[in-house]
């Protein structure tokens, strides 16, 4: 799937629910399948700065793919990395750099949460992209 494919997936299914409640119960029920970081990676290196919660990513290439684990010491965002993760993973590097994130807004999630996991979430998206660079410059 391309990552426009797997965002429209996920309006499809935010659409679902009617109120907010449903939709952070499902966030986390998504952060529960996050692929796990190995705990060799849940280092300084590994953590996302700008996050209230500790989040830990680690990404590696496979056949020209970036590939991200995760983890975070807090459950909604543990979902919000899922959401992003599932995205991304498994995607050149490329499309990652060149994709946008509208569908963040079109469920609405950046203006249900407070405004440091707002930052947070802005936090993730940009090291999930650097990762995507630094794998870029590497095939190029």
Known sequence: MTIEEV??????EFSMFDDWEERYQYMIDLGKTLPLIEDKFKTDDHIIKGCQSKVWVHAEMDDNKVK???DSDAIITKGIIAILIRVFSNQNPKAIIDSDTDFIDQIGLKEHLS??????????IKQLKMYAIAYQTQLN
């Open 68 to 70: 991200f684990t995760a």
């Open 115 to 124: 405004p440091t996991r707002a930052n947070g979430l802005v936090s993730m």
């Open 7 to 12: 965002q429209n997936e996920i309006i499809d």
